[in-house]
């Protein structure tokens, strides 16, 4: 069992910035890889951003050069550096660590509201 524990959130400006924190605890030896994904009322959940157990990085195009991901030496922290942010970005942010075996970990989510 993996417990995924999401933080950093709240209201920002526009153009302003922000840093969420994900922590896994558990049975993290087999993480494989983690991520950032997010919803609004109304919509499907989507991707945000992904980092591999090798530092592997993979973005969405509408945060491409705003947002940095990243991930603790333990491995068992991850981070979402959010720079420039729009009122589009506002979302709840949901962190999930992935194992190989295809099974996967969800926080419950942190609020991020920016105000244009």
């Known amino acids: 069992q993996v417990h995924v524990v999401e933080s950093g959130g709240g209201l920002v400006q526009a153009g302003g910035s922000l840093r969420l924190s994900c922590a896994a605890s558990g049975n993290i030896f087999s993480i494989n890889a983690m991520g950032w994904h997010r919803q609004v009322p109304g919509k499907q959940r989507e991707l945000v951003a992904t980092i591999t157990s090798s530092g592997r990085t993979n973005y969405a195009d509408s945060v491409k050069g705003r947002f940095i991901i990243s991930r603790s030496n333990a491995r068992n922290t991850m981070y979402l550096q959010m720079n420039s942010l729009k009122a589009e970005d506002t979302a709840v942010y949901y962190c999930?660590?992935?194992?190989?075996?295809?099974?996967?970990?969800w926080g419950q989510g942190t609020q991020v509201t920016v105000s244009s």
């Open positions: 999930v660590t992935m194992f190989a075996d295809g099974t996967g970990y």
